[in-house]
């Protein structure tokens, strides 16, 4: 315990005891005075007794929280003075010997036994000015360095360092044709009557935030977590609401890591299907959603285990259990109930077997992976969803690399394929008489990166998701809770992204968007978007 705190615990308990001395004086004076007290005192003063005991024990305790939150306080500050203290002779080392102390190195040694001069003495006084002016300066440096560390800290509830983080984006579109979603169009449609067939806009609505929780260490394994929300969750009912999106969660995550294994819980990406092109005019769904790119963030619990073959290189297998989705949409505003995957009565799985290592010098990664979700669509129409993916990011020499995704699946919609449809059916679903048909899609995407220099890239990438034509003709009029007739869609890219700094981007980006319905042709669309972001 502080200095501080002792005398401050003396001086309370001191005035504590004067308080009882008195209560009991006055106790024994009354109870002396029997002969002019009304009957029944002696019960009073028992009462104001135990009241003041009351009080004491009530004083002792808050007096107690008080020393333990000052015995908490004083510990964090010696840790940060003792961090302070790190930082400021890493700075001395960083910067060589100060002036003190190459005055102190050039000075004579008082063991010497030499006599010193009166220049000397002199030389000396300047040498002990110097140094306290050079403390001094050391000070306001330190100083500084504490408020920016103050200024920079996030303060949390616990313990446990927090780290903020984010991208603040800005996106200046032009849409040629009729699209899906004016700000990240995913299909080109048919245009309406009264549409003027452009169309410009800007939207900071996929800006993104994030936290970074660093846990304890339990049983060996280190313990973190992330959470990143976007504004992409739709738009409030207000005037100019179109540039006020809502807040909503994309992922959140809790970690586990030993050295060679992982466990990981939480909403989080396709871990079977980890990659997407490059984009920052599609942050708030990745590019090429619903024309080749598998893509949901789902509740999930996996398991991750490293197989070292070198110090670059490793196999890495996955597995775990996934809330099985199916792509519809929710039925009310206000509370949830269980789409086809969920109420199958067991949830979804999938695994994936990876390997990491270095190419030509360059970061390499291939995978496999395999998905399985059971649907039950009621009144026993029961439909295995299921998906085989394959994932590959290569380097091709020293500015090249090419990357892509494959897939072949049956229901799976709600992972983004047969354009978010998992099943066509041919009546109302609550009509026991209706038959429902899973659909089979297959598709993908491939990227050609050249990165001349660091700071710039260049990106060309195309996609494509294919719903098989013999499943849309099943029905002679199909049904789904999305576009039923939609056979095909198409995606292409072009993008150049420059790092003005590691903090500061721009991106310039052109997508061409080809949809096809059955027994129609294509309808094309176009966009060309200018993004500004400034991580953080």
Sequence with gaps: MSPRCNHMFQGLSLCLLMFCAGGLLCAGQNTGNTSQTPAGSGSDVSRALEAQIR??????????????????????????????????????????????????????????????????????????????????????????????????????????????????????????????????????????????????????????????????????????????????????????????????????????????????????????????????????????AYSGTLWAWVPQVRVEHRFNLSDQSAFVLQGGILDSLTGQPPVYSSYRTATAGEASGQPAYATRLGWTGSLSGHSAQAGIGAYYSPENWGFGRKIDGWAATADGDLPMGRWFSLSGELYRGHAIGGLGAGIGRSVLYNGDLTNPATSVLGLNSAGGWAQLKFRPIERLQFNGAFGEDNSFTSDLRYFPMPESYYNPAIERNQSGLVNVIYYLRSDLLLSLEYRRIWTSELDKAAYQAGQINLGAGLSF
């Design 55 to 288: 009080e004491l024990q009530s004083e002792m305790e808050r007096m107690q929280s008080q020393i333990v939150q000052m015995q908490s306080e004083t510990g964090k500050l010696r840790e940060e003075l003792h961090e302070t203290r790190v930082r400021l002779a890493a700075f001395q080392n960083d910067h060589g010997p100060g002036p003190a102390n190459l005055s102190a190195e050039k000075s004579p040694s008082p063991s010497s036994g030499q006599p010193q001069s009166a220049s000397q003495t002199k030389g000396a006084g300047n040498s002990l000015k110097d140094r306290l002016s050079n403390l001094e300066e050391n000070q306001q440096v330190l100083k500084n360095k504490v408020n920016d560390q103050y200024q920079t800290k996030v303060q949390s509830a616990s313990k446990y360092r927090v780290v903020l983080s984010g991208l603040a984006l800005m996106n200046v579109f032009s849409n040629r044709g009729s699209v899906d979603n004016l700000d990240v169009p995913q299909l080109a449609q048919a245009p309406a009557p009264s549409s003027s067939n452009a169309a410009f806009g800007a939207t900071v609505r996929q800006s993104m935030l994030g936290l970074d929780v660093f846990g304890p260490t339990l049983e060996g394994a280190r313990i973190y977590g992330e959470v990143e929300a976007d504004f992409f969750g739709g738009f409030p009912n207000a005037p100019n609401g179109t540039t006020a999106g809502i807040m909503r969660i994309r992922t959140a995550t809790i970690h586990m890591d030993w050295d060679n294994t992982s466990i990981v819980a939480g909403q989080d990406g396709l871990f079977f299907a980890p990659l997407s092109p490059t984009s920052f005019a599609s942050v708030a769904e990745p590019a090429f």
